[in-house]
């Protein structure tokens, strides 16, 4: 069973900054993808950015040259960096890892995070 913990949310205003870290634990043998995603209230969950094993990164239009994701894959954990933040980004946060083995010899499957709140003031 793997877990996944996301930190580093918070309330900041228009313009600041925050890092987002998303920590998986338990017994991991490799991760394809790491994603975050993000939930406004009444809206759909949108995918913000994704990381590739190989460190590839693709941005949603809204966040890209003001967010960077980033990935320790020793320590099994993605990071959001979110820098010059607008009211638009306030929204929960989550983390999702795609096709985790817990083994060579066991199929893959998708962990997602509990989530992180983040609040943007104007």
């Known amino acids: 069973q793997v877990q996944l913990v996301e930190s580093g949310g918070g309330l900041v205003q228009a313009g600041g900054s925050l890092r987002l870290s998303c920590a998986a634990s338990?017994?991991?043998?490799?991760?394809?993808?790491m994603n975050w995603f993000r939930q406004a209230p009444g809206e759909q969950r949108e995918l913000v950015a994704t990381i590739t094993s190989g460190g590839n990164t693709n941005y949603a239009d809204s966040v890209k040259d003001r967010f960077t994701i980033s990935r320790d894959n020793a320590r099994n954990t993605v990071y959001l960096q979110m820098n010059s933040l607008k009211p638009g980004d306030t929204g929960v946060y989550y983390c999702?890892?795609?096709?985790?083995?817990?083994?060579?010899?066991?199929?893959?499957?998708?962990?997602w995070g509990q989530g992180t709140q983040v609040t943007v003031s104007s």
């Open positions: 338990g017994t991991i043998f490799s991760i394809n993808a």
């Open positions: 999702k890892a795609d096709r985790v083995r817990g083994s060579p010899f066991r199929s893959p499957r998708d962990y």
